[in-house]
T-cell receptor
Framework: AQSVTQLDSHVSVSEGTPVLLRCNYSSSYSPSLFWYVQHPNKGLQLLLKYTSAATLVKGINGFEAEFKKSETSFHLTKPSAHMSDAAEYFCVVSGGGYQKVTFGTGTKLQVIP | DVKVTQSSRYLVKRTGEKVFLECVQDMDHENMFWYRQDPGLGLRLIYFSYDVKMKEKGDIPEGYSVSREKKERFSLILESASTNQTSMYLC????????????????FGPGTRLTVL
């Protein structure tokens, strides 16, 4: 069994300040973890993924995430928010047969000018 | 670049109509998926297919069926549309397990926003 919890449904930051989107997971397997971004009226785009290699994963557009097994967390961070980062972000856990994939409920990021 | 296309961006249907949502991918991916996305619920898997003519139920298959006659095409069918099927529908594809992809990411289409009146 697996699950993923995104701890905040909405996050609001000022432009130029750090971003932190929190994700906790549970999995019976050695999971793969992903962050996807969805801009308004668009499909989902992969930001980054963890697949049991380096625990600090760098993605596109300056985002990164750290896999912490002891805390079962995979939080997404960015040092400085940009207006174009305003979107909905989904944390995803994958594992087991037939690539069982479980999505979090999403975090909407608002960036204030 | 992987491209996943969906036949319509917006669709309006009436209760009881049969609805077909089409999805095509151009990267020879084995796996294809249909999700619905609703506010506050994230994405929920309806059905997926790991090969031509093969399908598996996801978490919410009731009221839906699927068809995969060709590797690149995966159709979602609403046999008799109901208002509670008003939603955003997302199609995705991915390589199969065992391929050297280092964590099997899914590639998504732009979505079809279906309204059932």
């Amino acid at each position: 069994a697996q699950s993923v919890t995104q701890l905040d449904s909405h996050v609001s930051v000022s432009e130029g300040t750090p971003v932190l989107l929190r994700c906790n997971y549970s999995s019976s397997y050695s999971p793969s973890l992903f962050w996807y971004v969805q801009h308004p009226n668009k499909g989902l785009q992969l930001l980054l993924k963890y697949t049991s290699a380096a625990t600090l994963v760098k993605g596109i557009n300056g985002f990164e995430a750290e896999f912490k097994k002891s805390e079962t967390s995979f939080h997404l961070t960015k040092p400085s928010a940009h207006m174009s980062d305003a979107a909905e972000y989904f944390c995803v856990v994958s594992g087991g047969g037939y690539q069982k994939v479980t999505f979090g409920t999403g975090t909407k990021l608002q960036v204030i000018p | 670049d992987v491209k996943v296309t969906q036949s319509s961006r917006y669709l309006v249907k009436r209760t009881g109509e049969k609805v077909f949502l089409e999805c095509v991918q151009d990267m020879d991916h084995e796996n294809m998926f249909w999700y619905r996305q609703d506010p506050g619920l994230g994405l929920r898997l309806i059905y997926f297919s790991y090969d031509v003519k093969m399908k598996e139920k996801g978490d919410i298959p009731e009221g839906y069926s699927v068809s995969r006659e060709k590797k690149e095409r995966f159709s979602l069918i609403l046999e008799s549309a109901s208002t509670n099927q008003t939603s955003m529908y997302l199609c995705a594809s991915s390589l199969a397990l065992g391929r050297p992809a280092g964590g099997i990411e899914q590639f998504f289409g732009p979505g079809t926003r279906l309204t059932v009146l």
